[in-house]
């Protein structure tokens, strides 16, 4: 994610340079809106943590917290 927001500052950086946009800072918030909209459906997809259990002494025991 940090990556393609520095990418992204740096087409902002070149643009103003380049072909003087000076709107182009402007650009920044739509993209980190998009990135982070982007983000949070990675993470939604992300399958959850996974409980390992056994059986001690007869009774139901959480092992290790596998994934987290």
Request: charged share 15%.
């Amino acid at each position: 994610m940090t990556m393609v927001y520095l990418v992204c500052v740096m087409v902002v950086v070149e643009l103003d340079k380049q072909w003087g946009w000076t709107w182009s800072p402007w650009l920044l918030l739509p993209a980190s809106v998009v990135i982070l909209v982007g983000a949070a459906a990675i993470a939604a997809r992300m399958p959850m943590a996974v409980q390992k259990r056994a059986v001690v002494d007869g009774r139901v025991r959480d092992l290790v917290t596998v994934g987290s």
